[in-house]
Structures are given as structure tokens and as C-alpha cells.
């Protein structure tokens, strides 16, 4: 890997880690499409999973006293059992199908409000929530705006939504790693320097953002989230679509 591509790599850690700081997304699915444009699809959803694991748990930390731990378990356990079915199937992904379901993910975000009738505090409507947005997450290296829809009737501010999906993706990522674990050992030692290297940079992004996302109304937090995942999204769908004909 040349100097140049290695520092964009860490420019582009930093980045999309402060965006995720601020919104609480967007900046994965960013950091995703960098990984996919070097590596394969495993290995680059697995080096996603381990600075994104990184990323989360410094915006877990950082914002620590609205994390809602019980939501987060029972999520979790979804998550686990979405993993567990993708591994019984020999599941494999590619960059065609990843970039196709990461393109329709924004349709979420614009279904009225008031077609959704899930709640994240509610235990079932929680568990589902696992099994939806952790399959996603395997499948496609990415949950994007799935767990959100579940977030939208709970009444948690733009701060402890930030927090719980932070650890809720802690979890996730963790479960990606150990599914793609493979994939990822197929990387020499310069590269997992590299990816070591990185995670200062996705840390410090991340309390950059964190530091932005205080400044922010919730009305704010909301627009832009909208907006942001929806531009991302078409990018990936169009490419996807180029791949796939």
C-alpha cells in the first residue's frame, strides 16, 4: 500500500468518525465505500467492523450517562441470532449485493413517521429491531437508518439516541468481526498496522463530532441525518446497479 493511499485512509477515518459522532451514521457507510474500492467485500465489511468497533466505543464512552444498557441487551440479542442464521446458510456477500442493500436503506428514512408503530423501549419491538438491523449489519457491513425507525417513537433526545445506537453497534460490530474473522486474517502485518494505526484517528473524529453534535438542535440532528444517509444511499445504489449490468 502506497504512502499516499495511506494517508487518505486515516484522513478518511477521521472524517467519517466525526461525522458518526455528530449524526450517529453516515460516516460507516463513507469509510465502507473507501474499504471496498481496495479490498473484498469480507475483508473490507471485517477491517469496517474493527475501526467502526473502535468508534463506537469512544462515542459510547464519551456520552456514557444516556445509554440506555437495557435497550441495548435486548437488541443485541437479535443481532446474535441474526448472525447465527446468516453463518447456518454459508452466507457470502460482494460488492454488487452490499452496495444495492446500502442504497435502499435511506428509503427508510422518508416513510412517514406515523406508518411506523415500533418502539425501541418496547422488549419485542427491540429484539426485532436485533434481528433486522444485525443481519443488515452482516450482511451488508452496514445497519444504516434500520435502527432508527425503531428510535422514532421513543422519547430520547438526539443525545441518547447517539449513545444507545453507539453501544448497540458496539455489540454488532464485535458480532461482525467473529462472522468475517476469516476474511480479516487474510491481512499481512503492514496492513493491520495501518488499521491499528487508525484508531487513534477514529476516536479523536469521533470527540470531534461528539463536540459538534452538543451544539445541534434535535430538529437540526434531524434534517441533516435525513439528507446526508439519503445522498449516500443513492451513491451506492447507482453503483450497484453499474456492477450488477
Do not use: E
Amino acid at each position: 500500500m502506497s504512502i499516499l493511499i495511506a494517508v487518505a485512509f486515516l484522513v478518511v477515518v477521521f472524517l467519517t468518525s466525526a461525522l458518526s459522532g455528530i449524526f450517529g451514521m453516515a460516516g460507516g457507510l463513507i469509510l465502507l465505500w473507501f474499504l471496498l474500492l481496495a479490498l473484498p467485500a469480507t475483508v473490507a465489511i471485517a477491517v469496517h467492523g474493527v475501526i467502526q468497533l473502535c468508534a463506537n466505543a469512544s462515542r459510547a464512552w464519551f456520552s456514557r450517562h444516556y445509554i440506555n444498557f437495557r435497550i441495548v441487551a435486548i437488541i443485541s440479542s437479535g443481532g446474535a441470532l441474526a448472525a447465527v442464521g446468516l453463518a447456518l446458510v454459508n452466507y457470502t456477500p460482494n460488492t454488487a449485493i452490499v452496495s444495492l442493500l446500502i442504497g435502499l436503506m435511506p428509503l427508510l428514512v422518508w416513510i412517514p413517521k406515523a406508518w411506523f408503530r415500533f418502539d425501541a423501549a418496547r422488549p419485542g419491538h427491540a429484539f426485532c429491531c436485533g434481528v433486522v438491523a444485525g443481519g443488515l449489519t452482516i450482511a451488508s457491513g452496514v445497519s444504516g437508518p434500520t435502527i432508527d425507525i425503531f428510535f422514532i417513537r421513543t422519547h430520547m433526545d438526539r443525545r441518547q439516541i447517539v449513545a444507545t445506537k453507539a453501544a448497540v453497534q458496539v455489540i454488532s460490530h464485535s458480532i461482525k468481526i467473529v462472522f468475517y474473522l476469516s476474511a480479516a486474517l487474510t491481512l499481512n502485518m503492514g496492513q493491520w498496522g495501518l488499521i491499528l494505526l487508525a484508531i487513534p484517528f477514529a476516536i479523536f473524529g469521533t470527540r470531534s463530532g461528539n463536540a459538534i453534535l452538543r451544539r445541534l438542535t434535535d430538529a437540526r440532528f434531524r434534517y441533516w441525518t435525513r439528507w446526508i444517509v439519503t445522498a449516500i444511499g443513492a451513491f451506492y445504489f447507482v453503483q450497484g446497479l453499474l456492477m450488477v449490468y
